[in-house]
């Protein structure tokens, strides 16, 4: 069958423009995480500054009437005392409620919270996150596009080489990040998944590039309906679980400190124990579609050459890639193991992942040498 090279050159052309969107909605995105919270600060500020004034007025005011009323009789108001209070009233606040070794001050923390969030340094922010998440579903329609016109453009399944794979796998990813917002507020992870993805599809465009082309005779079977596109699936949600564990390790740091230095950030992220929770719903359904995937793949192996498993670099480390997920999800269970070494090993587990794709693809010989490179 012909390649048709005019829709080839239409989803190289929807690729640039999806990651024109993508990375503008990584910048919007990262000003959303990363600029919201001096904005929320500066507002708090400003309010807390305007409340101090108008108390120290009030007090000034009640002093004068004290010195009224003490004419006609009633005790004058001690001029140290007035002073005291005037002293207390005009002392700068404080940006965060302060907290003690054995705790904190929760309905403190809790004012404090609210308070921000009503302000317009937080209005401003959120605004910035919903055009993020806006520009985030205009790129993944340039993107689903640029798959679908790859996909006519030679009339098969969009996964016959690494290019196809990451292209596919990368629009997958971002389907279920846009799909979970309507559950859960994940939009901190905004920045990461468009970067990711932005990053993947400038390799699938220079690096994994391919030119649009027919199947190899090997991968011409049936199977490639079924196996691929679970192994796909499975890619984005290890992702977007292993982007979870990520924040999960960043937010139990801050949790263990004060005030920690340049994680200010990590107050838009929820407590480490619910982005933990998350996580491993997510791997556990990634671990389910991969464990699918290796046994399609020894059906498949058996079809095309005779045996179910022949210690092919590819099927080792697709395997090995099933243990660590496996030893993650036994672990978590485990008594001993806290959730910071359980966030640890989902992403050594999502390291074997990428070393599976990137690396065992490309550099180690074997039977599965579909790359196209």
Known sequence: MDVDYE?????????????????????????????????????????????????????RTARSESRTSARGGVRRTSRASAVAVLDAEDAPPTDAPASGAGGSDDSTATSTAGAADAGPGTGRSRRLARIGTGLTALALALHIAAVLTRTLSVMRVPWGNMMEYALTAAAI???????????????????????????????????????????????????IYIHVPIAILSTALLSLSAALALFQLLQAYAETRTAPRGLGFLRRVPASAEIEQVSYRIA?????????????????AELAWGRYWGWDSKEIWTFVVWVVYAAYLHARATRGWGPTKVAVLNLIGFATVIFNFAIVNVYFDGLHAYSGL
């Open 173 to 223: 990813a971002g389907l279920i990040y846009l799909i979970a917002l309507r559950f859960r507020d994940l939009r901190y992870l905004g920045t990461f998944i468009t970067g990711t993805i932005l990053v993947t599809l400038g390799l699938c465009i220079t690096v994994f590039y391919t030119p649009a082309a027919q199947l190899v005779p090997a991968l011409d079977n049936y199977w």
């Open 7 to 59: 829709l080839a050159s239409w989803s190289n052309l929807l690729i640039y423009s999806a990651m024109a969107v993508y990375a503008i909605a990584f910048i919007v995105y990262a000003f959303d995480l990363f600029g919201g919270q001096k904005l929320r600060s500066h507002a708090t500020r400003t309010r807390e500054r305007s409340a101090v004034a108008g108390s120290a007025q009030s007090t």
């Open 284 to 300: 556990a359904v990634g671990f389910i579609t991969w464990t699918f995937t290796l046994i399609a793949g020894a059906i498949w």
